[in-house]
Structure formats: structure tokens, C-alpha cells
């Protein structure tokens, strides 16, 4: 090989490399990424069961029941529209009534989401920005911003 | 002594500006008094900065609540130690310490640089200045810590109690070191790139420098990620948070820049890319300071904060990242390029750390930003997990581990990959039977997770190979190896250690990722679960009460299977009063390299507690992994061709020097 036939192969063999992580980025774009919805959007553009979610909102006052063990059920509402999860697992130091949340997790056929996280967030006056959003377009943000 | 410490910042500020454009003016126009300036400024913008930082760690440890930033962060009742770490446990503090921490490493260079080009030392200044400038601005105008309160409150909001830990103390400030770091190799970058002048022992210059901050920043990450293991109660150590990616990607870049810059120093080759790699590395460290400090990415980690603020970095970032990209595209074409070499060689096995390197920074890029990209173009929220990060990130990552012991057993210019593979003949059997051992000895391992152990231990035993190989241990007589390998420069010694940590590290990610077990069980006093092989015990709550805050002790004996005792783990629910906030404080068992975890959940009325308990294998090996990582950086560090001054003794030949490193 000449120089210029090895450095074009070195270069081909960099942008072959380039294209893979490329394409892999992509596709993991496709299959991996997780939407976020408030209760309303939901409301508006239910979305199929099974289909992994983020959705959030504040913890519905007066709606948390404790089953068994570890199972716990609440509602998440943007004040307009409620939906009901269901949880099995430890939820996080800071959830509680009327406190922003995020859950992350899968409808089931009747209607109920099946949550696998619960994010509460580590200071007490911080809301998650989605949440904060919906709850502005919703026109019952109580917060200073 | 508050005022006196705003009155400082600003005269820092004044400082600064004279840094940023004298010394600049004096290098163009080859005025040497100006360039003197630099030295004496960038030492008192020193001065200064930590005059300022004193009166506000003052403020903290007096509880002088007239100031507001003290009044919101902390809390009379709050232990010494928290008081004074909580200074830089919020916006403004933290930003006070970027400043500190950036102008100290200023008035190392300004110190330590005397033997550098006095051309190249002004620029050098003047860019730190630049950037201080930039940031003691933004502190001036936006984050005011001195801000004062009329009439003072008599108490405070206290800290966060997540905050309230020792990590607060030690993280912060070591990540910053790392962060800031990277500054110096942007401001050689930048100098070279206005001197239009680049060499090799502009490279001798940089590498201790890039050195010193990855081994900071590795601290800085590791030390985080132990944090928040022990802290947050959900035992795991890395969650692909936003934040987290924001330290990560300058690591991912300072890790190729430290590469790239061996190539430099020692074949004058990669000039180019090197000086881009540094604009980039600190690029990565803006861009982490902009994503944790503005709020605009939601993340686990993010705390209440003023999206103004965001605008404002945001300037900063541009005016930096721009200016700098600017400054590369017009002066790069006309440095010189060098030193040819042949693909398979150990130039080529840098070039392809590089490349690895790089393009994982990329895919952590592109998934740390974007939700934001996407919000902006649609209005959709998403959110991009770990499985993203599982997807693209390891596969990237798998061949650049396994390429790792074949770098230093390949000669510069041309190498011999045969003959290094023969040499890594031993390393590769060890590798093979530990895959053979997880497989056929270990309950529930699969394929990938024997394939993960066998990737480790190559990595450890194909580092530890260069190291036989060159003292001869085993070929010569062991007097005479004993002698070789106790004279090997330094720098061996550093390359091994730290790519033995990092395969230390793989171990424990494979093993914790592969191995864990986790129980979520409701538990009554009394009652025992077995965990790997060990019982434990519930023996009930017991309430007790701290400075500032209130818990309930849940306490478990940790029985063997004769049933006699080993220790007592304790896991609480802790009710901060001032902030009236519950926190959990994990029970944390380490047994060999292994690790019980113990999380309290809520109570039910019976006296029955939900407990979640984790059997983490193998996973300190994470941390203490990077803990020889760094101490591999370190001892590279000293390493008599790298030590800090140095490049005047070039010209002295050192014999150590010819080993190749």
C-alpha cells in the first residue's frame, strides 16, 4: 500500500467506526427514550397499554391506600384529571400528599398505571420542571417563578 | 467581615480584568514589564478570592443570619462540620468555591511557571483571568452570597438534609479540582493557539497539569457516586443522572486529552487534536457547570434554582466554547504537524483510546442533551435512562477494555501485535479461567456476567504483564529483577496502577450489576431473613434524638449460619425538625468486598416495617478501584520527567527516561 492508499484506510476504518456509534445512538434513541405525560395529556392522547411512560403531577390528597406488604396505590392529578397507580416498593422520603411526582412505569388493561419508579425530589420546595410545566398550563401553578 | 468579603470579590474582579488584557498586550507587543504583571495580579485575585471565602465560611460558623445566604442554609443547631461545609452546600457558595478553586490553580502557574516562555505564561494568565473575570461577574451580579437580611431572623432554614453528610465536605471541593483543572490545559490550549507556537515541551507543561485534574475528578465522581450510594437509601451507585453526566463527559475528555498529550510529548505527533481535546475537556466542564447550576434538566439530583442564572452561564458558555472553536479553526492549519507512524504501533493504540474515548463523550452527549433538544423542538418531554446509556455507552466501551493491555506492550513508530499478544498469553489464560470458574461455580451466571469477570481480570493481570515484562521477573535473576523493577520510572508504575483500577472497578460494576439480590419484605421484631449466606435479625425500633434532627433506629443483628452474632447494622428514618423533612440513613455491612445494605420503609401499624435489603458482591471494588486509579495518576505525576518544572532539566539526560513509558 502506498501512504495514501494506508492513511484513506485508516480514515475509512475511523468513519466506519463513527457510523456504527452513530447508528447505534440512533436506534437506542428509537427503542429507549421514555415520554412524559401529565394526566390531562393522557386525558387527551391515551396512550396503549404496555407502552413505557413517565407521568406526573402531585399526589392526589386523601388518596394513598396501603395493601399488603409493600403495595401502596395513589392517584396522580394535574388537578384536572386523576389517574390512579399502583406501586410495589418502598416509596421516597418525600413522597406525601400534595407533593409533585414523577412515576415511571406501563398502563394495564384496566385502566390503572402500573408504576416500577416514584421520584420525589430531594429538596422539599423543588418541583419537577415536567410537573411545574403541566401544572402552569394548567393555570394552578402556586409557585413564585 | 462579611462587607470586607464582598468589597475583596470585587477588587478580585478588577483584578481580574487587568490580568485578562495586560499580560495579553505585553506577549503581542513583546513588552516584558507588562507580561510581568500577570504573576503578581493572578496571586493577589488569589488572595483576595480566599479573603472572600473566609469572611463567608466565617459568616457560617458564626451563624451570622443577618447574611441571607447563611439564613437559608444553615441552622445554629447544625454540627461544626456542616456548618462549615455548608458553605459551598448551595448556588452561591458553590459558585465562590468554582472561583476559589479556579484562581488558585492560576497562582499555581503564575508560581511554579517561572521557567516557562514569559510569552507563553502571560497568555497563559490571561486566559485564567478571562475565565475568572467571567465567573466573578456572574457571581457579582446574579449570586451574591454576601446578600444581607434587615432585620436578621434569629434562627435559620437549616441545609438540606441530604447535605448534611460528610460527602458534602470532601465531593464538592475535589470535584472542582477537577473540573477547574482542566482550565490550565484550556488556557495552554488557547495561549498556544494566539502564540501560533506549539511543541513538545508545551506538552511536558500540560501533562501534569491534565494529570492532576483527572486524578481529582476521579476522586470528585467516585466520591459522588459513593455518596449517594450510602446517602439517598436506593443502593445504587450510578444512575446515568443528568448531573452525574455533566462530571463524566470532562472525565471521558480529560481521559483521551491524557492520551493524546503522552503522544504529543513523546512523538511531537497529535498536536492538533491535543489542543482541541483541551478546548473540549473544559468545554465538558463548562457545560457540566451550566447544566447543574442553571435547572434546566431535570435530574435527581437537581435542587430549587434560578433559571435566570442559566441565562447568564449560558453567555459564558458560548462566549468560551465559541471563542475558543473560533480561535482553533482560524489558527490550527498553520501549526506544524509531525511524527508519522504506522498504524499498529503504540501511537496507533492512543489514537484508538482516543477515538473510543471521544465518541463515548459524544453518545453521553447526546443523551445527556437530548430531552432538552427535543422540548425545544416538539414541546414533548422525554427522558433518557440508563437503558440508553446501557445500549450505546457499552458497546462502546467493551473493545476499548479489551484493547487496554495491549497499548503499552506495543513499541512507538511500529509495533508487533503478535509479539504482544504472546506476552499477554499468561494474563489471557488467568482471564480464561476466571470466565471458567464464574460459569461452572457461581449460581445464576450467565454468559455475559462470566465474560464481564474474564474482561476484568484481563484488564488487571494484562496490566500488571507490562510491569513483569520490563523488570523480567522470572527471566533474569531475582536480584538483578528486583533492581529493574524498583527502577522503572514512575510512569510505569502509573500506567499499570491505574489501568489495574480501572479493571478493579469493571469487577465490581460486572459482579454488583450481575450478582445483586435484592428482598423488600415487611419484617416484625424478632423475625430474620437470610442474605447470601448470613441471617438477619430485626430486633425492633428505638427512638433517638441528634442535634438537629429526630430518628427512629431500626436495628438488625447480622447472624452467620451457626448463629452467632457478627455485628449490628443500624438503618434509621430520620426527621430533620427545622426543614421538616424525613430522610432514611441506609445500614451499610461491608463484608470482604462485599457490602449488606439495609433500607428502612414506612412502618405499618402493628410494628411491622417494610425493610429493603440488598446483597451488593463485590461492589467497593468500584470505589477502591478508582482509588488506585488515582494513585496510579499520582505516582505518574511524579514521575521526574513530569514533576512541575521540569522542562528546564531537559536538556540533562535522564536515564530513566528511556524506558519506554
Not at chain 1, 10 to 17: C, D, P, S, V, Y
Request: glycine residues 10%; aromatic residues 10%; hydrophobic residues 50%.
Amino acid at each position: 500500500m502506498t501512504r495514501k492508499q494506508k492513511r484513506l484506510t485508516i480514515i475509512g476504518g475511523a468513519l466506519l467506526f463513527l457510523g456504527l456509534a452513530v447508528a447505534l445512538v440512533l436506534t437506542a434513541l428509537q427503542q429507549e427514550i421514555v415520554f412524559f405525560h401529565s394526566p390531562s395529556d393522557l386525558q387527551a392522547n391515551p396512550v396503549r397499554a404496555g407502552e413505557r411512560i413517565r407521568l406526573g403531577g402531585l399526589v392526589e390528597k386523601g388518596s394513598i391506600e396501603r395493601g399488603n406488604d409493600t403495595k401502596v396505590s395513589f392517584a396522580v392529578t394535574d388537578t384536572e384529571h386523576v389517574i390512579k397507580v399502583s406501586y410495589d416498593g418502598i416509596l421516597p422520603d418525600l413522597f406525601r400528599e400534595d407533593q409533585g411526582v414523577i412515576t415511571e412505569g406501563t398502563f394495564v388493561g384496566d385502566g390503572t398505571f402500573v408504576a416500577d419508579t416514584v421520584l420525589a425530589k430531594h429538596d422539599e420546595t423543588y418541583m419537577p420542571k415536567e410537573v411545574a410545566d403541566a401544572l402552569k398550563d394548567k393555570g394552578v401553578w402556586q409557585g413564585t417563578e | 467581615m462579611v462587607e470586607i468579603g464582598h468589597y475583596a470579590l470585587v477588587l478580585a474582579f478588577a483584578l481580574a480584568l487587568v490580568q485578562s488584557t495586560l499580560p495579553l498586550y505585553g506577549a503581542r507587543t513583546d513588552d516584558n514589564r507588562l507580561m510581568a504583571v500577570a504573576g503578581p495580579v493572578t496571586i493577589a485575585g488569589f488572595l483576595l478570592i480566599a479573603l472572600s471565602f473566609a469572611a463567608l465560611v466565617g459568616a457560617y460558623l458564626v451563624s451570622d443570619f443577618s447574611v441571607k445566604n447563611v439564613w437559608e442554609n444553615s441552622h445554629s443547631l447544625k454540627p461544626l462540620l456542616f456548618k462549615f461545609s455548608g458553605t459551598w452546600g448551595n448556588h452561591e457558595g458553590s459558585m465562590l468555591l468554582w472561583v476559589l478553586i479556579l484562581s488558585f490553580f492560576g497562582a499555581l502557574v503564575a508560581l511554579f511557571g517561572r521557567n516557562l516562555p514569559p510569552s507563553l505564561r502571560a497568555n497563559v494568565l490571561s486566559v485564567q483571568g478571562w475565565i475568572g473575570g467571567a465567573f466573578l461577574l456572574f457571581i457579582l451580579v446574579t449570586s451574591n452570597p454576601f446578600a444581607r437580611l434587615n432585620p436578621a431572623p434569629i434562627e435559620g432554614r437549616d441545609l438540606n438534609p441530604i447535605l448534611q453528610d460528610v460527602g458534602l465536605a470532601i465531593h464538592p471541593p475535589l470535584l472542582y479540582l477537577g473540573y477547574v483543572g482542566f482550565s490550565i490545559c484550556f488556557s495552554f490550549a488557547v495561549a498556544a493557539l494566539i502564540d501560533g507556537r506549539i511543541d513538545a515541551a508545551w506538552a511536558r507543561w500540560v501533562r501534569p497539569w491534565t494529570l492532576a485534574a483527572w486524578v481529582f475528578l476521579t476522586g470528585g465522581i467516585a466520591m459522588g457516586s459513593y455518596w449517594a450510594y450510602y446517602e439517598l437509601g436506593w443502593g445504587g451507585w450510578w444512575f446515568w443522572d443528568p448531573v452525574e453526566n455533566a462530571s463524566f463527559m470532562p472525565w471521558l475528555a480529560g481521559t483521551a486529552l491524557l492520551h493524546s498529550a503522552i503522544v504529543m510529548e513523546k512523538r511531537a505527533a497529535l498536536k492538533i487534536w491535543t489542543i482541541l481535546l483541551a478546548i473540549l475537556t473544559f468545554s465538558m466542564s463548562l457545560l457540566g457547570t451550566f447544566l447543574v447550576r442553571s435547572g434546566v434538566l431535570t435530574s435527581v439530583h437537581a435542587f430549587a434554582s434560578d433559571p435566570d442564572r442559566g441565562v447568564f452561564i449560558l453567555a459564558i458558555l458560548i462566549f468560551f466554547i465559541g471563542g475558543s472553536l473560533a480561535l482553533f479553526a482560524l489558527r490550527a492549519p498553520t501549526l506544524s504537524q509531525g511524527g508519522l507512524f504506522h498504524p499498529i504501533s503504540r501511537e496507533g493504540a492512543l489514537v484508538l483510546n482516543n477515538l473510543f474515548l471521544t465518541t463515548a463523550t459524544a453518545t453521553v452527549l447526546v443523551g445527556t442533551l437530548y430531552p432538552l433538544v427535543i422540548e425545544a423542538l416538539t414541546g414533548d418531554k422525554i427522558s433518557v435512562g440508563a437503558p440508553f446509556f446501557n445500549m450505546t455507552f457499552g458497546p462502546l466501551m467493551l473493545p476499548l477494555l479489551a484493547a487496554v493491555p495491549f497499548g503499552p506492550l506495543l513499541a512507538w513508530k511500529r509495533g508487533d501485535i503478535l509479539a504482544a499478544g504472546q506476552r499477554l498469553m499468561t494474563a489471557f489464560a488467568i482471564a480464561l479461567g476466571a470466565v471458567l470458574v464464574t460459569y461452572l461455580f457461581i449460581d445464576g451466571a450467565f454468559v455475559l456476567a462470566s465474560l464481564g469477570v474474564g474482561l476484568a481480570f484481563w484488564l488487571m493481570f494484562g496490566s500488571l504483564t507490562d510491569l513483569v515484562l520490563k523488570s523480567g521477573v522470572g527471566k533474569a535473576n531475582p536480584r538483578v529483577a528486583l533492581k529493574r523493577f524498583t527502577g522503572l520510572p514512575r510512569s510505569v508504575f502509573g500506567t499499570a496502577m491505574a489501568h489495574f483500577g480501572l479493571g478493579m472497578t469493571v469487577l465490581g460494576v460486572v459482579a454488583v450489576t450481575a450478582f445483586e439480590t435484592e428482598n423488600i419484605v415487611t419484617m416484625k421484631p424478632g423475625e430474620t431473613l437470610e442474605v447470601a449466606g448470613y441471617n438477619l435479625r430485626f430486633e425492633g425500633l428505638v427512638p433517638h434524638q441528634g442535634p438537629n434532627y429526630t430518628e427512629e433506629q431500626g436495628r438488625f443483628a447480622l447472624l452467620d449460619t451457626s448463629g452467632s452474632q457478627i455485628s449490628t447494622v443500624m438503618s434509621a428514618k430520620r426527621f430533620y425538625t427545622a426543614r421538616r423533612m424525613p430522610t432514611t440513613e441506609a445500614g451499610i455491612e461491608t463484608l470482604g468486598f462485599s457490602q449488606l445494605y439495609v433500607s428502612l420503609g414506612d412502618a405499618a401499624p402493628d410494628g411491622a416495617i417494610i425493610v429493603r435489603v440488598w446483597w451488593k458482591p463485590l461492589i467497593t471494588l468500584i470505589w477502591l478501584g478508582t482509588v488506585v486509579m488515582m494513585l496510579g495518576g499520582s505516582m505518574s505525576l511524579l514521575d521526574r520527567r513530569l514533576r512541575v518544572g521540569a522542562p528546564t532539566r531537559k536538556q540533562r539526560a535522564v536515564p530513566s527516561a528511556e524506558v519506554p513509558a
